[in-house]
DNA sequence: TATTCGAGTGTATGACATACACATCGCTGA
DNA sequence: TCAGCGATGTGTATGTCATACACTCGAATA
């Protein structure tokens, strides 16, 4: 009994010299989407490549692949993880225009917490479960309308299309930062529209239509999904009552 | 002189019997992206790579970017190529809502003619003449609306983004086909969703608010804008209305 | 006629996803 | 206690991709 102490003793020291070969514990799915999460929310969709991922864990590339079937798959997985559906949602809300109005805010929330979701290579309709809850959430807002189940799903979907689509122009933008792109665009607008072959966008941007509005605060420059959703909104409205709600 | 003619006639027979080394003509720009896009049209943006594109040309690889300066660019010139404005955006409109729909029937047809154009990797704001010549023309048909030049630009945007994501994701769903996928895609909801935790998903997929409406011919089998743009354009006339015009 | 220049080429590099065969280790059942 | 099996991680290799860079060659120019 007494010399297996010693072994054991340089086994730890073994274990413990080495330059930590990995955490010990085990690779899992969770850590290996974890880490992609942490790439993409770190640098970029583009850094998110599976020798990256691996490394940050400390295994190798191929490892990986005993937890997630391919590349595709991982991209799945992280934005299942990243779109957990948030404890706001379950507060209670003040009729359909208000319960969709908060379901917007959260889902930006999401989406400006991990730009990258919105430029997700991922092709097909929602099909993981959190995507699914978020749609079961906005179909609940509209519960009480009136609405038919297809009206009901044609109303989220347009309504989440429409945040994706003004998330994914202001990542592009670079509304990251300070919003100067914006800026820039405008400028860029300003110098290529010819009044001649292009008049009614000369005019919008002549008057400063793809600007911020004067004196808007630095803080404030980001795209907004508001003024989009508004009409969307006042265009449900119109057909909940035209339903007779 | 005499000697000359079997030289000539030599080289003749041998341009002849080579294997039409590629047309003779030059390589431009134009044929590139023509090319490039015959490419997308026939097998997906996925089989556009530049070793392709070159060889269907008949040229190498490498000749490509004497008149490209990198994919993404010409990835940019396949878009601005094949967004040329259709002649019947220039017939005359009856008032802004007739114009839009107009405007969107044309842009549909467009995004359905080219399946790919929706799943570009471009990042940015629509910058290419042909982009903006469509945002000119969205523009032009709210002329007489009294809105402000902001609020037309954000309705511009407001439904080329929903066209954008119904075409997206009628292309996901592999609408070029019969359609059966968005049954197949209601079948998995069915199978997926889970009643307890979904109920209002539950609710909607089982009255199939998620499939075509029965009866619903094999030719119309394809997901439509029409639902969400008349939200829109109701919710436009209500923010015209309210603005005094 | 000599030179320059632009179009097209060939070769090479490095990133990438992933197939496949192998090693290792802990558990199960004898 | 041990045999062997299944699961987990590894190493090597392949094919595709965009693209850098140095070149050839022929036509236009000086």
């Known amino acids: 009994m007494k010399e297996e102490l010693p072994a054991g003793l340089a086994e730890l020291w073994a274990r413990l010299g080495a330059p ?33 991922v691996a490394e940050r864990l400390g295994y190798t590339t191929m490892s990986l692949y005993r937890h997630v079937k391919s590349k595709n798959e ?17 507060e209670p809300f003040d009729g359909w225009r208000d ?10 929330e999401m989406l400006h ?8 290579p991922i092709t097909g309709p929602p099909i993981t479960p959190n995507q699914l809850a978020w749609t079961d959430r906005a179909l609940r807002t509209l519960r009480g309308t ?3 189940e297809a009206d009901k799903a044609g109303v989220a979907l347009l309504v989440a299309s429409h ?33 001649a072959r292009f008049p009614a966008l000369r005019a919008a ?14 803080e404030e420059r980001r795209l907004d999904y508001r003024f989009g959703l508004a009409r969307i909104l006042d265009g449900v409205a119109a057909l909940i009552s035209s339903a007779g709600g």
Chains 1, 2 share one sequence.
């Open 163 to 195: 945040l994706h689509t003004v998330a994914r122009l202001g990542a592009d933008l670079g509304s990251a930062a300070s919003g100067e792109s914006i800026a820039a665009y405008s400028d860029l607008l300003g110098r290529l529209v010819d009044g």
């Open 20 to 52: 930590e070969p990995a955490p010990r514990n085990r690779l899992t799915l969770s850590r290996v989407t974890g880490a992609a999460v942490e790439l993409a929310d770190a640098d970029g969709l583009d850094a998110v490549s599976m020798a990256r």
């Open 74 to 90: 991982l991209l799945l997985l992280m934005l299942d993880r990243v779109a957990a559906l948030p404890p706001e949602l379950d």
């Open 205 to 218: 941007v002549d008057a400063g239509a793809y600007d911020y509005p004067a004196g808007t605060p630095a």
């Open 113 to 120: 917490a991990h730009p990258w979701v919105v430029h997700l």
């Open 99 to 108: 319960g969709l109005e908060r379901w917007c805010r959260a889902q930006w």
């Open 146 to 148: 009136g609405l038919s």
